[in-house]
């Protein structure tokens, strides 16, 4: 298309642990593998979780992880080392945002920031697996 925009493709997200940080947002978001980018049968070698992969949602959404050697994790919101990027990931009630904080603890995420109680935008923050921050907030 002449004198049309570019698409966004996916966001990337660097890590020193591909594999582990897919299937964190895979189960958090309910996302699917790129095909090829499955994870392999247990004590298989993993070749695409050191160095690449990518999911998918149904509507496009694409996220993929770039294996790094290594990544200082984020000191949000204070510290050295910005968090450049995150994620803003919505429910719709406050009940599913309890909801999700419970998986996304599970999952392995860690609380860095709780506004659940704000009448106006209830939120929390947290750092994924990686140290990466994302919002789960209501909209």
Request: glycine residues 8%; negative net charge; aromatic residues 8%.
């Amino acid at each position: 298309m002449t004198g049309g925009f570019p698409t966004l493709r996916q966001t990337v997200l660097d890590t020193t642990d591909a594999r582990r940080l897919a299937e964190f947002y895979r189960e958090l978001l309910g996302l699917a593998y790129r095909p090829g980018d499955e994870p392999p049968p247990a004590a298989a070698p993993d070749p695409q979780g050191a160095d690449w992969l990518v999911l998918r949602s149904p509507d496009g959404m694409q996220l993929a992880f770039q294996q790094v050697a290594e990544l200082p994790e984020a000191t949000w919101p204070d510290g050295p080392h910005p968090q450049m990027l995150h994620l803003d990931i919505t429910v719709p009630s406050a009940e599913e945002l309890d909801r999700h904080h419970t998986r996304a603890l599970g999952l392995g995420a860690r609380l860095l920031y709780d506004r659940s109680h704000d009448p106006e935008e209830p939120l929390r923050v947290y750092a994924d697996p990686a140290g990466h921050p994302f919002c789960l907030f209501v909209a």
